[in-house]
């Protein structure tokens, strides 16, 4: 089935400590993003990438790192440098600047 | 810049009907409506592309109206799978580059 696969579904991070979520999609869809939503709030957008090897930050992209050496993965690194990382991160894929399709999310919280 | 929902939310019994409002500062090119249930991804509603074009999916519709830059989502006898929270969302243009964004939610409860 087609779909987008975000791993794992809960993650703990230490501070000081880098953390990977995992984004894979088999969708062939071009454009992947990443978004943060934290309790009860929308979604804000962090990085989106329109093609292979290139990306560009969204609104909220400082203390986070992407990567986009295949079409199918994306990436996202929570640094250290990201003081208050808890939240709901969801992946999503689409069109242009446009998600049409979301992953189920990782909930990242703070040890 | 970013869409303003309004209500922010809502009680409706099952079987009453709903109308969520979307509005934009910044021109709206198209809009689009998504549901997201509690601990859950947003899933995608419907996409209305001109202005004035209604769309209609089982018994939630939605319009769109250009002119006053601002889409409205009705949902007519309201079912309990009606609960969640409801974006839109829009491209908007910014300084010669474009950018998707979100609206501030809608979080509405049926109650059998």
């Known amino acids: 089935d087609g779909g987008i696969t975000q791993s794992p579904k809960y993650l703990f991070r230490k501070e000081g400590q880098n953390v990977t979520l995992s984004c894979e999609q088999n969708?062939?869809?071009?454009?992947m993003y990443w978004y943060r939503q934290d309790p009860g709030q929308g979604l804000r957008l962090i990085y989106y990438?329109?093609?292979?090897?290139?990306?560009q930050k969204g609104d909220i992209a400082e203390g986070y790192s992407v990567s986009r050496e295949k079409k199918e993965s994306f990436p996202l690194t929570v640094t250290s440098a990201q003081k208050n990382p808890t939240a709901f991160y969801l992946c999503?894929?689409?069109?242009?600047?446009?998600?049409?399709?979301f992953g189920d999310g990782t909930r990242l919280s703070i040890l | 810049q970013q869409p303003v929902q309004s209500p922010q939310a809502v009680i409706l019994r099952e079987g009453e009907d709903a109308v969520i409002n979307c509005s934009s500062s910044?021109?709206?090119?198209?809009v689009h409506w998504y549901r997201q249930k509690h601990g859950e991804a947003p899933v995608f509603l419907m996409i209305?592309?001109?202005?004035?074009e209604q769309k209609g999916h089982d018994k939630i519709s939605a319009s769109f109206n250009e002119k006053k830059q601002q889409s409205s989502l009705y949902l007519t006898a309201s079912q309990l799978s009606y609960s969640g929270t409801y974006f839109c969302?829009?491209?908007?243009?910014?300084?010669?580059?474009?950018?998707?964004?979100f609206g501030t939610g809608t979080r509405l409860k049926v109650l059998a």
């Open positions: 969708l062939n869809h071009d454009a």
């Open positions: 209305l592309l001109k202005g004035g």
């Open positions: 990438s329109q093609i292979v090897n290139d990306f």
């Open positions: 910044k021109a709206l090119y198209s």
């Open positions: 999503a894929t689409g069109t242009g600047t446009r998600p049409q399709h």
């Open positions: 969302g829009t491209e908007i243009s910014t300084s010669g580059t474009y950018k998707y964004i």
